[in-house]
């Protein structure tokens, strides 16, 4: 929650869903009278969203990383731990998904899919050493469901688990028998730089 995106890459991606809403929202003939009759125009505005996204995504990634690395220097670190994710994989990430209606699955999908897969990890490789930090990976499994204070874990609890009193309830939430009480994103976290 210390790391922030610069503002102008905030207003550029709500351009861009917004942009993209409303071409991609119409109906056919609608779509058509924007951007004429043939085939080929229209698919033309939708390379170009594309290419405006990829831009955008690779700028977000690369300040993501260097106000990652910036934070973690002025706090006085010497490493970053990251997790090693070489089993990650979206159809893993999506069996995680806490219950909802199918609208906001296939939000979280869409948001799964569009993510470049990895980038930010190796954004972080290359800009912690210009820095003078090492970067390392450290082992995921269960970080998510360890807790950071007294280091239980609650491997059969997921966001999507039914009724869970304890563990990984939500994705904002972490919750042990010792009292801890945490968001689970920075419980995560804090289980991670623990391993490292």
Known sequence: ??????????????RLEAERRERGGSNRAGLMLRSGKGRGRKLRVFESLSGKHARLTDTGVLQGAAAIVSQAKARGASVIAIEALTGWS??????ELPAGTNAERAERRKWYFRWHQGALRQAIKDAGPREGLTVIEVEARNSSRTCAKCG??????????PN???????????????????????????ALAQRG
Do not use: S
Not at 1 to 14: E, H, M, Q, S, T
Not at 152 to 161: F, R, S
């Open 1 to 14: 929650d210390l790391v922030r995106l610069p503002a102008n890459v905030i207003r550029g991606w709500k």
């Open 152 to 161: 239980a874990v609650y491997p059969d609890v997921t966001p999507a688990t």
């Open 164 to 190: 869970a009193e304890f563990g990984y309830i939500r994705w904002d939430l972490f919750r042990c028998k010792c009292g801890y009480k945490a968001h689970g994103e920075r419980n995560a976290g804090t």
């Open 90 to 95: 979206v159809a893993h990430a999506l069996d």
